[in-house]
């Protein structure tokens, strides 16, 4: 069984402060991976992709990824309120192309004002 | 771009009838769509996998005669359960990931809330 691995948490982190979420897979072979943000009762909205070793940076956000370990994780600046969400870690399996994604359970974050 | 709209977004209804849930992309092409589900809490499963024109590729556990899905244009897809029941209750969501880009991003649909009672 291929999966994605989550803390679920709750991870509380103060305003202001980085948040750091972390993630593990199984499939070595995946070559796809991807961050979304859940809200309650809405459907996931993309923050981030990445694709090769290392750091991926889009505004206070910074996505890592390391195929050796099998781990990507998602930095958040400068958190803030609204950041307060689920973060789902997702990967394609390898064999790729029109695979859809496996999710990780979700980590849910608390951003305390 | 890369909007992706689900109709209806709610929907209750009576055990034992068939509901459909539509999957449009509204601004780009969508060789492939995706159907999840997500129960209360749960993260989302993949259910199956649509190609426009083709059969669509389900998820071991999932029952291809009770989802039935269509994927006629390269801009819908539709999700049918058949003869629901309440354990269909769920969240069910539809992302779209067009032929033009390189990557494998998918973009997800706002989700349809399914009661069945």
């Known amino acids: 069984q291929k999966e994605v691995e989550q803390n679920s948490g709750p991870l509380s982190v103060p305003e202001g402060a980085i948040a750091s979420l972390n993630c593990t897979y199984s499939?070595?072979?995946?070559?796809?991976f991807f961050w979304y943000r859940q809200y309650s009762g809405k459907s996931p909205e993309l923050i981030m992709s990445?694709?090769?070793?290392g750091d991926k940076e889009d505004g206070r956000f910074t996505a890592q990824l390391n195929k050796a370990s099998q781990y990507v994780s998602l930095l958040i600046r400068d958190s803030q309120p609204s950041d307060s969400a689920t973060y789902l870690c997702a990967a394609t399996l390898s064999g790729g192309g029109a695979d859809g994604l496996t999710f990780g359970k979700g980590t849910h974050l608390i951003i305390q004002p | 771009g890369a909007v992706v709209s689900q109709h209806p977004s709610w929907v209750i209804c009576k055990s034992g009838t068939s509901v459909k849930i539509e999957c449009r992309s509204l601004d780009f092409q969508a060789t492939t769509m995706f159907w999840y589900r997500q129960f209360p809490k749960q993260s989302l499963m993949l259910m199956a996998t649509?190609?426009?024109?083709?059969?669509?590729?389900?998820e071991q556990g999932v029952e291809k005669d009770k989802f039935l899905i269509n994927h006629a244009s390269l801009t819908l897809s539709t999700l049918t359960v058949t003869s629901a029941h309440p354990e269909d209750s769920s969240f069910y969501i539809c992302?779209?990931?067009?032929?033009?880009?390189?990557?494998?991003?998918?973009?997800f649909g706002p989700g349809t809330r399914l009661t069945v009672l």
């Open positions: 499939d070595r072979g995946s070559q796809s």
């Open positions: 649509s190609n426009e024109g083709s059969k669509a590729t389900y």
């Open positions: 990445i694709y090769s070793n």
């Open positions: 992302s779209a990931r067009g032929d033009s880009s390189n990557t494998d991003t998918q973009y």
